[in-house]
């Protein structure tokens, strides 16, 4: 079965620390792989990663993906409050190319505090 | 340009009732694709539709059916309402379908379904 896990589930940071979040997976044939943020509502997209070994970066965020040991990282420098939320890893799976659907993973709950 | 569109943002129902929840992607994407979420789940696929054809499917029962109109907008409809139906449901676009690997999916604000 196709599978995405994160760790931790659960992190609670001070500001200014620098965080490191994790998603693994057990799937081979996908598009893509996306992060997103979650706070109360919809998921804002964050990455999305299609190849092995090239960071994405975008101010604090970064992230990196790695096919051959099946797994990406998100990494947050210099916390902020406003980056308390669910961070969500997906994989668009590829389906002989003909449709859109996206795995997720539990997500990981991350608490910034003052 | 707006972003994805959702409505109703919020719904009480209760068991054996059917309810409709629509979805309005964002100008010029074709693909809507239809997510449940529940604390216990996560995000869990529902379906996708594009150019008003269903093209996959997720592990969900019959009650679960959607459509899509020539003008992309997508509504999903679940009939015989039962408590386990609580959940928000999100849709999201996307350009195309299963197309070129940097096509990304965006959420709308989801419609918050209780089941009482």
């Known amino acids: 079965e196709d599978k995405v896990v994160q760790s931790p589930l659960s992190l609670v940071v001070h500001e200014g620390d620098t965080v490191t979040l994790n998603c693994s997976y057990e799937?081979?044939?996908?598009?893509?792989l996306l992060w997103y943020k979650q706070e109360k509502k919809a998921p804002t997209f964050l990455f999305m990663l299609t190849s092995s070994g090239i960071e994405k970066k975008s101010g604090r965020l970064s992230s990196i993906l790695d096919k051959k040991e099946l797994f990406s990282i998100l990494n947050i420098t210099a916390t902020q409050t406003g980056d308390s939320a669910v961070y969500l890893c997906?994989?668009?799976?590829?389906?002989?190319?003909?449709?859109?659907?996206?795995?997720f993973g539990t997500g990981t709950l991350l608490a910034v505090q003052p | 340009k707006a972003g994805v569109t959702q409505t109703p943002r919020y719904l009480i129902k209760t068991r054996g009732q059917q309810v409709t929840l629509s979805c309005s992607p964002i100008s010029g994407h074709r693909s809507v694709s239809w997510y449940q979420q529940t604390p216990g789940q996560g995000l869990q696929f529902l379906f996708e539709?594009?150019?008003?054809?269903?093209?996959n499917k997720g592990n969900f029962p019959g009650r679960f059916s959607g459509r899509q109109f020539s003008n992309s907008r997508s509504e999903m409809n679940v009939s015989t309402l039962e408590l386990g139906d609580s959940a928000l449901y999100l849709c999201?676009?996307?350009?195309?379908?299963?197309?070129?690997?940097?096509?990304?999916?965006?959420f709308g604000p989801g419609t918050r379904l209780t089941v009482l």
């Open positions: 539709y594009f150019s008003e054809t269903q093209r």
């Open positions: 799937v081979t044939n996908f598009r893509s």
């Open positions: 997906a994989l668009n799976m590829n389906y002989g190319g003909a449709t859109n659907k996206l795995i």
């Open positions: 999201a676009s996307s350009l195309t379908s299963g197309g070129a690997s940097t096509d990304t999916q965006y």
